[in-house]
Protein backbone atom coordinates (compact mmCIF):
# COMPACT_ATOMS: atom_id res chain seq x y z
CA UNK A 1 0.00 0.00 0.00
CA UNK A 2 1.36 3.32 -0.80
CA UNK A 3 1.89 6.01 1.27
CA UNK A 4 0.22 9.18 0.75
CA UNK A 5 2.33 12.24 -0.33
CA UNK A 6 3.00 14.58 2.59
CA UNK A 7 3.58 18.23 1.69
CA UNK A 8 5.42 20.20 3.82
CA UNK A 9 3.92 23.28 5.20
CA UNK A 10 5.43 26.33 3.34
CA UNK A 11 6.61 28.64 6.73
CA UNK A 12 4.48 32.33 6.44
CA UNK A 13 7.23 34.90 5.22
CA UNK A 14 7.83 38.59 6.09
CA UNK A 15 6.50 39.23 2.14
CA UNK A 16 3.52 36.92 2.76
CA UNK A 17 2.51 39.51 5.95
CA UNK A 18 3.32 42.48 3.99
CA UNK A 19 1.18 41.50 0.77
CA UNK A 20 -1.43 41.25 3.37
CA UNK A 21 -1.33 44.18 4.78
CA UNK A 22 -1.49 46.67 1.57
CA UNK A 23 -4.49 44.73 0.86
CA UNK A 24 -5.71 45.32 4.01
CA UNK A 25 -5.25 48.92 3.42
CA UNK A 26 -6.54 48.84 0.15
CA UNK A 27 -9.69 47.40 1.67
CA UNK A 28 -10.24 49.80 4.42
CA UNK A 29 -11.33 52.88 2.59
CA UNK A 30 -14.51 50.53 0.77
CA UNK A 31 -15.15 48.94 4.02
CA UNK A 32 -15.78 52.28 5.94
CA UNK A 33 -17.95 53.41 2.87
CA UNK A 34 -20.17 50.33 3.66
CA UNK A 35 -20.15 51.24 7.26
CA UNK A 36 -21.18 54.85 7.03
CA UNK A 37 -24.74 55.62 6.35
CA UNK A 38 -26.06 55.16 3.41
CA UNK A 39 -23.53 53.39 1.94
CA UNK A 40 -23.72 50.51 -0.34
CA UNK A 41 -23.42 49.69 -3.94
CA UNK A 42 -25.64 52.36 -5.51
CA UNK A 43 -25.01 55.17 -3.27
CA UNK A 44 -21.14 55.68 -4.13
CA UNK A 45 -22.19 56.09 -8.10
CA UNK A 46 -20.02 55.79 -10.60
CA UNK A 47 -16.90 56.84 -8.32
CA UNK A 48 -18.03 53.89 -6.10
CA UNK A 49 -17.42 51.76 -9.22
CA UNK A 50 -13.93 53.51 -9.77
CA UNK A 51 -12.58 52.82 -6.58
CA UNK A 52 -13.53 49.53 -6.52
CA UNK A 53 -11.91 49.13 -9.77
CA UNK A 54 -8.72 50.29 -8.62
CA UNK A 55 -9.03 48.58 -5.68
CA UNK A 56 -9.17 45.41 -7.26
CA UNK A 57 -6.62 45.96 -9.77
CA UNK A 58 -4.37 47.14 -7.02
CA UNK A 59 -5.11 43.28 -5.25
CA UNK A 60 -4.41 41.44 -8.47
CA UNK A 61 -1.08 43.53 -9.14
CA UNK A 62 0.13 42.36 -5.14
CA UNK A 63 -0.87 38.77 -5.74
CA UNK A 64 0.22 38.24 -9.52
CA UNK A 65 3.80 39.70 -8.29
CA UNK A 66 6.13 37.09 -7.47
CA UNK A 67 8.18 36.80 -4.25
CA UNK A 68 11.79 37.15 -3.66
CA UNK A 69 12.39 33.56 -4.19
CA UNK A 70 10.45 33.44 -7.23
CA UNK A 71 12.49 35.76 -8.87
CA UNK A 72 15.33 34.47 -7.89
CA UNK A 73 15.14 31.17 -9.40
CA UNK A 74 15.08 31.53 -12.72
CA UNK A 75 14.75 28.08 -15.06
CA UNK A 76 18.21 26.88 -16.58
CA UNK A 77 18.10 27.34 -20.77
CA UNK A 78 20.49 24.84 -22.39
CA UNK A 79 20.99 24.52 -26.72
CA UNK A 80 20.14 21.01 -27.92
CA UNK A 81 22.50 19.40 -30.04
CA UNK A 82 21.74 17.68 -33.66
CA UNK A 83 21.70 14.60 -31.70
CA UNK A 84 19.37 15.35 -29.19
CA UNK A 85 16.76 16.81 -31.56
CA UNK A 86 13.29 14.20 -31.95
CA UNK A 87 13.74 12.90 -35.59
CA UNK A 88 10.12 13.21 -35.96
CA UNK A 89 10.62 17.32 -34.96
CA UNK A 90 13.18 17.70 -38.14
CA UNK A 91 11.02 15.55 -40.43
CA UNK A 92 8.76 18.10 -40.20
CA UNK A 93 10.73 21.38 -39.26
CA UNK A 94 13.84 22.99 -40.65
CA UNK A 95 15.31 23.59 -37.19
CA UNK A 96 17.37 26.62 -36.96
CA UNK A 97 17.28 27.00 -33.29
CA UNK A 98 16.81 24.09 -30.43
CA UNK A 99 16.90 24.30 -26.65
CA UNK A 100 15.33 23.03 -23.49
CA UNK A 101 13.81 25.06 -20.31
CA UNK A 102 12.89 23.29 -17.30
CA UNK A 103 12.30 20.06 -19.66
CA UNK A 104 10.34 22.25 -22.06
CA UNK A 105 11.94 21.60 -25.66
CA UNK A 106 11.09 24.29 -28.03
CA UNK A 107 12.46 24.29 -31.75
CA UNK A 108 12.30 27.20 -34.18
CA UNK A 109 12.00 27.57 -38.30
CA UNK A 110 10.40 26.86 -41.06
CA UNK A 111 7.95 23.79 -41.73
CA UNK A 112 8.54 21.25 -44.23
CA UNK A 113 4.86 20.81 -44.55
CA UNK A 114 1.73 22.10 -43.48
CA UNK A 115 0.94 22.75 -40.04
CA UNK A 116 -1.84 20.57 -39.92
CA UNK A 117 0.20 17.62 -41.19
CA UNK A 118 3.12 18.67 -38.72
CA UNK A 119 0.71 18.50 -35.67
CA UNK A 120 -0.75 15.12 -36.67
CA UNK A 121 2.53 13.84 -36.67
CA UNK A 122 3.89 15.52 -33.22
CA UNK A 123 0.94 14.34 -31.59
CA UNK A 124 0.81 10.68 -32.57
CA UNK A 125 4.74 10.31 -31.94
CA UNK A 126 4.72 11.91 -28.29
CA UNK A 127 1.44 10.53 -27.52
CA UNK A 128 1.13 9.78 -23.86
CA UNK A 129 4.45 11.72 -23.45
CA UNK A 130 4.38 15.21 -24.14
CA UNK A 131 1.74 18.12 -25.32
CA UNK A 132 2.94 19.55 -29.34
CA UNK A 133 1.84 22.92 -29.84
CA UNK A 134 2.85 24.89 -33.29
CA UNK A 135 2.84 28.35 -32.76
CA UNK A 136 3.65 31.23 -35.04
CA UNK A 137 7.32 32.95 -35.64
CA UNK A 138 7.60 36.32 -36.90
CA UNK A 139 11.46 35.71 -37.58
CA UNK A 140 11.87 32.12 -37.83
CA UNK A 141 8.65 30.76 -39.46
CA UNK A 142 6.84 28.33 -36.80
CA UNK A 143 8.36 27.40 -33.04
CA UNK A 144 7.55 24.14 -31.99
CA UNK A 145 7.12 23.59 -28.25
CA UNK A 146 7.31 19.81 -26.35
CA UNK A 147 5.80 20.38 -23.11
CA UNK A 148 6.15 17.13 -20.93
CA UNK A 149 3.20 15.35 -19.52
CA UNK A 150 3.73 13.96 -16.15
CA UNK A 151 2.41 10.24 -15.45
CA UNK A 152 -0.36 11.52 -12.95
CA UNK A 153 -1.50 13.82 -15.21
CA UNK A 154 -2.23 11.30 -17.78
CA UNK A 155 -3.49 8.48 -15.25
CA UNK A 156 -5.60 11.24 -13.80
CA UNK A 157 -9.14 12.27 -14.84
CA UNK A 158 -11.20 14.45 -13.20
CA UNK A 159 -14.32 13.01 -12.81
CA UNK A 160 -17.43 14.67 -13.68
CA UNK A 161 -20.42 14.87 -10.86
CA UNK A 162 -23.95 14.77 -11.87
CA UNK A 163 -25.71 15.27 -8.80
CA UNK A 164 -23.45 18.60 -8.97
CA UNK A 165 -24.32 20.08 -11.76
CA UNK A 166 -28.45 18.77 -10.99
CA UNK A 167 -27.92 20.40 -7.68
CA UNK A 168 -26.64 23.73 -9.18
CA UNK A 169 -29.48 23.72 -11.72
CA UNK A 170 -32.00 23.15 -8.96
CA UNK A 171 -31.40 25.84 -6.79
CA UNK A 172 -30.64 28.40 -9.53
CA UNK A 173 -34.19 27.14 -10.82
CA UNK A 174 -35.52 27.98 -7.27
CA UNK A 175 -33.46 31.51 -7.08
CA UNK A 176 -34.45 32.76 -10.40
CA UNK A 177 -38.45 31.79 -9.71
CA UNK A 178 -37.86 33.76 -6.44
CA UNK A 179 -36.63 36.83 -8.58
CA UNK A 180 -39.09 36.56 -11.21
CA UNK A 181 -41.81 36.82 -8.45
CA UNK A 182 -39.97 39.47 -6.82
CA UNK A 183 -40.18 41.63 -9.88
CA UNK A 184 -44.33 41.58 -9.97
CA UNK A 185 -44.05 42.57 -6.15
CA UNK A 186 -44.73 38.89 -4.90
CA UNK A 187 -42.91 37.80 -2.05
CA UNK A 188 -42.34 33.88 -2.14
CA UNK A 189 -41.42 33.66 1.33
CA UNK A 190 -44.83 34.56 2.37
CA UNK A 191 -46.69 33.60 -0.37
CA UNK A 192 -44.99 30.30 -2.17
CA UNK A 193 -48.09 29.21 -3.72
CA UNK A 194 -47.56 31.87 -6.10
CA UNK A 195 -44.04 30.32 -7.64
CA UNK A 196 -46.07 30.25 -10.51
CA UNK A 197 -45.53 34.12 -11.38
CA UNK A 198 -41.78 33.89 -11.48
CA UNK A 199 -42.14 30.55 -14.10
CA UNK A 200 -41.65 32.25 -17.65
CA UNK A 201 -38.73 34.43 -16.21
CA UNK A 202 -37.24 31.69 -14.69
CA UNK A 203 -37.64 29.25 -17.45
CA UNK A 204 -36.81 31.38 -20.40
CA UNK A 205 -33.64 32.90 -18.78
CA UNK A 206 -32.43 29.04 -17.52
CA UNK A 207 -33.49 27.67 -21.40
CA UNK A 208 -31.59 30.55 -22.91
CA UNK A 209 -28.06 30.24 -20.51
CA UNK A 210 -28.38 26.19 -20.72
CA UNK A 211 -29.06 26.15 -24.37
CA UNK A 212 -26.12 28.67 -24.76
CA UNK A 213 -23.28 26.47 -23.07
CA UNK A 214 -24.94 23.20 -24.21
CA UNK A 215 -24.20 24.87 -27.69
CA UNK A 216 -20.41 24.88 -26.13
CA UNK A 217 -20.58 21.58 -24.57
CA UNK A 218 -21.76 18.92 -27.91
CA UNK A 219 -19.47 21.03 -30.27
CA UNK A 220 -16.66 20.59 -27.77
CA UNK A 221 -17.73 16.64 -27.53
CA UNK A 222 -17.91 16.60 -31.38
CA UNK A 223 -14.31 17.72 -31.70
CA UNK A 224 -13.52 15.28 -29.10
CA UNK A 225 -12.53 17.54 -26.40
CA UNK A 226 -13.17 17.03 -22.71
CA UNK A 227 -15.71 19.04 -21.25
CA UNK A 228 -17.73 19.19 -18.17
CA UNK A 229 -21.63 19.79 -18.41
CA UNK A 230 -23.41 23.20 -17.31
CA UNK A 231 -22.40 25.00 -13.80
CA UNK A 232 -25.24 27.46 -13.12
CA UNK A 233 -24.53 29.45 -10.66
CA UNK A 234 -27.71 30.90 -7.97
CA UNK A 235 -27.50 34.13 -5.96
CA UNK A 236 -30.43 35.10 -3.98
CA UNK A 237 -30.75 38.28 -5.36
CA UNK A 238 -30.91 40.69 -8.02
CA UNK A 239 -31.54 38.37 -11.77
CA UNK A 240 -31.33 35.48 -9.41
CA UNK A 241 -28.26 33.89 -11.24
CA UNK A 242 -25.00 34.77 -12.30
CA UNK A 243 -25.19 32.92 -15.43
CA UNK A 244 -23.72 29.32 -16.29
CA UNK A 245 -20.49 28.26 -17.67
CA UNK A 246 -18.90 24.88 -18.62
CA UNK A 247 -15.01 23.78 -17.82
CA UNK A 248 -13.01 23.08 -20.89
CA UNK A 249 -10.45 20.18 -19.19
CA UNK A 250 -8.64 19.66 -22.56
CA UNK A 251 -7.50 22.40 -25.17
CA UNK A 252 -8.44 23.28 -29.02
CA UNK A 253 -6.23 21.75 -31.01
CA UNK A 254 -6.11 23.85 -33.87
CA UNK A 255 -8.00 27.69 -34.18
CA UNK A 256 -10.67 25.61 -36.08
CA UNK A 257 -11.71 23.69 -33.03
CA UNK A 258 -11.74 26.82 -31.14
CA UNK A 259 -13.43 29.12 -33.61
CA UNK A 260 -16.22 26.19 -33.62
CA UNK A 261 -16.92 25.89 -29.61
CA UNK A 262 -16.75 29.89 -29.09
CA UNK A 263 -19.65 30.56 -31.84
CA UNK A 264 -22.09 27.61 -31.10
CA UNK A 265 -22.84 29.46 -27.77
CA UNK A 266 -23.68 32.63 -28.60
CA UNK A 267 -25.58 31.25 -31.77
CA UNK A 268 -27.54 28.47 -29.82
CA UNK A 269 -28.72 31.30 -26.74
CA UNK A 270 -29.85 33.13 -29.20
CA UNK A 271 -31.94 30.75 -31.11
CA UNK A 272 -33.77 30.46 -27.72
CA UNK A 273 -34.01 33.91 -27.11
CA UNK A 274 -35.17 35.89 -30.17
CA UNK A 275 -38.49 33.40 -29.73
CA UNK A 276 -38.74 34.29 -26.02
CA UNK A 277 -38.34 37.71 -26.79
CA UNK A 278 -40.98 37.62 -29.86
CA UNK A 279 -43.72 35.71 -27.47
CA UNK A 280 -43.10 38.11 -24.35
CA UNK A 281 -43.11 41.32 -26.09
CA UNK A 282 -47.08 40.21 -26.88
CA UNK A 283 -47.80 40.47 -23.47
CA UNK A 284 -45.32 43.63 -22.35
CA UNK A 285 -46.79 47.13 -22.05
CA UNK A 286 -46.55 50.32 -24.05
CA UNK A 287 -45.98 52.98 -21.71
CA UNK A 288 -48.25 55.66 -22.53
CA UNK A 289 -46.63 59.09 -23.63
CA UNK A 290 -48.28 61.32 -20.95
CA UNK A 291 -48.20 58.31 -18.27
CA UNK A 292 -46.43 59.56 -14.92
CA UNK A 293 -42.53 58.75 -15.53
CA UNK A 294 -42.90 58.19 -18.67
CA UNK A 295 -39.78 59.90 -19.74
CA UNK A 296 -37.90 57.84 -16.57
CA UNK A 297 -35.25 55.12 -17.45
CA UNK A 298 -37.15 53.39 -14.76
CA UNK A 299 -40.28 52.97 -16.64
CA UNK A 300 -39.02 50.44 -19.05
CA UNK A 301 -36.96 49.90 -22.21
CA UNK A 302 -36.34 51.70 -24.70
CA UNK A 303 -37.52 50.54 -28.13
CA UNK A 304 -34.50 52.65 -29.43
CA UNK A 305 -32.11 51.24 -27.43
CA UNK A 306 -30.69 48.47 -29.47
CA UNK A 307 -31.17 48.23 -33.41
CA UNK A 308 -31.97 44.27 -33.11
CA UNK A 309 -34.70 45.00 -30.11
CA UNK A 310 -36.26 47.73 -32.19
CA UNK A 311 -36.94 45.85 -35.40
CA UNK A 312 -37.92 42.80 -33.23
CA UNK A 313 -40.21 45.10 -30.99
CA UNK A 314 -41.52 46.52 -34.73
CA UNK A 315 -42.39 42.70 -35.59
CA UNK A 316 -44.27 41.89 -32.49
CA UNK A 317 -46.24 44.89 -31.68
CA UNK A 318 -46.38 46.13 -35.25
CA UNK A 319 -48.06 49.93 -35.72
CA UNK A 320 -48.58 50.12 -31.66
CA UNK A 321 -45.48 51.40 -31.12
CA UNK A 322 -46.41 54.56 -32.66
CA UNK A 323 -47.90 55.48 -29.13
CA UNK A 324 -44.79 55.16 -27.43
CA UNK A 325 -41.21 53.77 -27.66
CA UNK A 326 -40.49 52.64 -23.55
CA UNK A 327 -41.93 48.77 -22.61
CA UNK A 328 -42.75 47.80 -19.57
CA UNK A 329 -41.46 44.03 -20.19
CA UNK A 330 -43.23 41.21 -19.58
CA UNK A 331 -41.45 38.36 -17.51
CA UNK A 332 -40.76 36.50 -20.22
CA UNK A 333 -39.49 39.49 -23.04
CA UNK A 334 -37.48 40.30 -19.83
CA UNK A 335 -36.07 36.49 -19.89
CA UNK A 336 -35.19 37.31 -23.68
CA UNK A 337 -34.03 40.61 -23.44
CA UNK A 338 -31.30 39.34 -20.65
CA UNK A 339 -30.32 36.86 -23.16
CA UNK A 340 -29.46 39.62 -25.80
CA UNK A 341 -27.32 41.15 -23.02
CA UNK A 342 -25.47 38.17 -22.03
CA UNK A 343 -25.01 37.23 -25.59
CA UNK A 344 -23.35 40.60 -26.00
CA UNK A 345 -21.71 40.52 -22.94
CA UNK A 346 -19.65 36.88 -24.36
CA UNK A 347 -19.62 38.09 -28.14
CA UNK A 348 -17.40 41.14 -26.79
CA UNK A 349 -13.60 40.19 -28.52
CA UNK A 350 -12.06 39.96 -25.15
CA UNK A 351 -9.53 37.10 -23.67
CA UNK A 352 -11.13 34.51 -22.84
CA UNK A 353 -14.83 35.09 -24.20
CA UNK A 354 -16.40 33.85 -26.66
CA UNK A 355 -15.91 36.44 -28.55
CA UNK A 356 -12.52 36.71 -27.43
CA UNK A 357 -11.81 33.09 -28.86
CA UNK A 358 -13.39 33.59 -32.23
CA UNK A 359 -11.04 36.69 -32.61
CA UNK A 360 -7.97 34.71 -31.90
CA UNK A 361 -9.12 31.81 -34.01
CA UNK A 362 -9.93 34.32 -37.07
CA UNK A 363 -7.12 36.78 -37.18
CA UNK A 364 -4.16 34.80 -34.72
CA UNK A 365 -2.09 35.74 -31.47
CA UNK A 366 -0.79 39.27 -31.78
CA UNK A 367 -3.65 40.70 -33.57
CA UNK A 368 -6.46 39.37 -31.58
CA UNK A 369 -4.28 40.20 -28.29
CA UNK A 370 -4.85 43.99 -29.82
CA UNK A 371 -8.21 43.99 -30.25
CA UNK A 372 -8.89 42.65 -27.05
CA UNK A 373 -7.14 45.35 -25.23
CA UNK A 374 -8.66 48.05 -27.28
CA UNK A 375 -12.08 46.47 -26.98
CA UNK A 376 -11.53 46.49 -22.64
CA UNK A 377 -10.59 49.62 -22.69
CA UNK A 378 -13.11 51.04 -24.90
CA UNK A 379 -15.94 49.36 -22.95
CA UNK A 380 -14.58 51.20 -19.70
CA UNK A 381 -14.51 54.60 -21.73
CA UNK A 382 -18.09 54.11 -22.99
CA UNK A 383 -19.32 53.11 -18.95
CA UNK A 384 -17.23 55.85 -17.90
CA UNK A 385 -18.73 58.65 -20.28
CA UNK A 386 -21.83 56.96 -22.42
CA UNK A 387 -24.25 54.40 -19.75
CA UNK A 388 -22.46 54.19 -16.29
CA UNK A 389 -24.75 50.89 -15.92
CA UNK A 390 -21.71 49.05 -18.31
CA UNK A 391 -19.24 50.24 -15.34
CA UNK A 392 -20.28 46.86 -13.25
CA UNK A 393 -19.78 44.59 -16.16
CA UNK A 394 -16.55 46.20 -17.31
CA UNK A 395 -15.31 45.44 -13.79
CA UNK A 396 -16.07 41.79 -14.11
CA UNK A 397 -14.91 41.51 -17.75
CA UNK A 398 -11.82 42.71 -16.70
CA UNK A 399 -11.41 40.05 -14.07
CA UNK A 400 -13.15 37.28 -15.63
CA UNK A 401 -11.70 37.78 -19.08
CA UNK A 402 -8.10 37.23 -18.30
CA UNK A 403 -5.96 36.36 -21.78
CA UNK A 404 -7.35 34.12 -24.37
CA UNK A 405 -5.47 30.60 -23.93
CA UNK A 406 -3.98 29.64 -27.65
CA UNK A 407 -4.62 26.44 -29.82
CA UNK A 408 -2.05 23.46 -30.08
CA UNK A 409 -1.20 24.21 -33.50
CA UNK A 410 -1.67 28.10 -33.62
CA UNK A 411 -0.63 27.66 -37.39
CA UNK A 412 -3.05 26.32 -39.55
CA UNK A 413 -5.96 29.23 -40.36
CA UNK A 414 -9.97 28.76 -40.86
CA UNK A 415 -12.12 27.96 -44.04
CA UNK A 416 -13.68 30.72 -45.59
CA UNK A 417 -17.50 29.71 -44.05
CA UNK A 418 -16.12 29.83 -40.76
CA UNK A 419 -14.96 33.09 -40.95
CA UNK A 420 -17.91 34.16 -42.76
CA UNK A 421 -19.93 33.00 -39.73
CA UNK A 422 -17.77 34.70 -37.64
CA UNK A 423 -18.12 38.45 -38.88
CA UNK A 424 -21.92 37.37 -39.20
CA UNK A 425 -21.95 36.92 -35.96
CA UNK A 426 -20.04 40.09 -34.53
CA UNK A 427 -22.18 41.72 -36.97
CA UNK A 428 -25.53 40.40 -34.50
CA UNK A 429 -22.67 41.95 -31.78
CA UNK A 430 -23.41 45.36 -33.49
CA UNK A 431 -27.06 45.11 -33.89
CA UNK A 432 -27.36 44.14 -30.24
CA UNK A 433 -25.09 47.31 -29.01
CA UNK A 434 -25.75 49.83 -31.43
CA UNK A 435 -29.10 52.22 -30.85
CA UNK A 436 -31.44 52.91 -33.57
CA UNK A 437 -30.54 56.58 -35.15
CA UNK A 438 -33.50 58.54 -34.51
CA UNK A 439 -33.20 59.41 -38.56
CA UNK A 440 -34.98 56.14 -38.62
CA UNK A 441 -36.79 56.28 -35.60
CA UNK A 442 -40.09 57.73 -37.84
CA UNK A 443 -39.16 55.87 -40.70
CA UNK A 444 -39.83 53.08 -39.17
CA UNK A 445 -43.12 53.57 -37.33
CA UNK A 446 -41.73 53.85 -33.89
CA UNK A 447 -42.25 57.19 -31.57
CA UNK A 448 -39.45 59.11 -31.46
CA UNK A 449 -38.95 60.52 -28.35
Not at 178 to 200: E, K, Y
Not at 398 to 407: L, Q, V
Amino acid sequence: MEEPNQTKKKPVTADTWFRLLLILLILLPLALFFLTPGGGLLAGGIWFWIGLLVSFWLIWKILGRPTRGQEESKPETTLLPAEQQPDVVRQVMNVKIAMDQAGVKMFRGGLRESATTAYEKLKDAFSGKAVPLIQEDEQMGATVLLIPRSEEETRTETRVRPWLHWLLFGLTLITTTWAGAAHHGVDLLRQPSRFAVGLPYSLGLLAILGIHELGHYFTARYHGMRVTPPYFIPIPFSLGTFGAFIQMRSPAENRRMMFDVAVAGPLAGLVVAIPALLVGLHSSTIVALNAPGSSSPLSGVSVGSSLLFALLSKVALGDALQFGHVLRLSPLAFAGWLGFLVTALNLLPIGQLDGGHMARAMFGGRVGSTISSVSLWSLFLLAIFVWPGLLMWAIIVFFIAGRGASPLNDVTGLTPWRRRIGYLTFLILGLILLPLPHTLWHAAGIHCP
